[in-house]
T-cell receptor
């Protein structure tokens, strides 16, 4: 595709619900990243994939957060039993090579947990 | 781990003036320093980046300078235009170890016409 696509654009969840956020990276991009952006803050790293391998998940805040990229293209970030502090914009980014240089970001999914 | 501090948090300039945003980082192993521009409702967009073996890089009205000794780097925008109004983020990373970009808290730039 022309850019990184994320869906849904907005998600409202009741506390305790599970949510799944989807990312379609730029075709052929090897690296895929998930970031969390709280209101008025810079993005914070969650996890990194190189093709289908999850090489770094050190930024995932708890075991309620899970990410996958089973075929090395589309990725899903799943949050179980959502809490109010999970409310944020979740950004996906991809890059052509095996590094964090020259990332292309999607527009994000704004998650609101009520 | 790496810590990036960015200032000012907000910056207002008159159209045509220059704008400077400064960042400091803590990890001397960091070797890659990108700058991103984020408009309302959109994801960050890379505008310029610099590696540690270079002291300065310029792309039209935008330039970045890096001082590795002092561990700080700056974004310079000349001849500002209203469309430059956005939030700007600096970031730092050690590309030889892991793939985590650490971002600053952002600067809201307003260009008044």
């Amino acid at each position: 595709g022309a850019g990184v696509s994320q869906s849904p654009r907005y998600k409202v969840a009741k506390r305790g619900q599970d949510v799944a956020l989807r990312c379609d990276p730029i075709s052929g991009h090897v690296s895929l990243f998930w970031y969390q952006q709280a209101l008025g803050q810079g993005p914070e790293f969650l996890t990194y994939f190189q093709n289908e391998a999850q090489l770094d998940k050190s930024g995932l805040p708890s075991d309620r957060f899970f990410a996958e990229r089973p075929e090395g293209s589309v990725s899903t970030l799943k949050i179980q039993r959502t809490q109010q502090e999970d409310s944020a914009v979740y950004l996906c980014a991809s890059s052509q090579g095996q590094s964090n240089e020259k990332l292309f970001f999607g527009s994000g999914t704004q998650l609101s947990v009520l | 781990g790496e810590n990036v501090e960015q200032h000012p948090s907000t910056l207002s300039v008159q159209e045509g003036d220059s704008a400077v945003i400064k960042c400091t980082y803590s990890d001397s192993a960091s070797n890659y320093f990108p700058w991103y521009k984020q408009e309302l409702g959109k994801g960050p967009q890379l505008i310029i980046d610099i590696r540690s073996n270079v002291g300065e890089k310029k792309d039209q009205r935008i330039a970045v300078t890096l001082n590795k000794t002092a561990k700080h780097f700056s974004l310079h925008i000349t001849e500002t235009q209203p469309e430059d109004s956005a939030v700007y983020f600096c970031a730092a990373a050690d590309t030889a170890y892991g793939n985590k970009l650490v971002f600053g808290a952002g600067t809201i730039l307003r260009v008044k016409s």
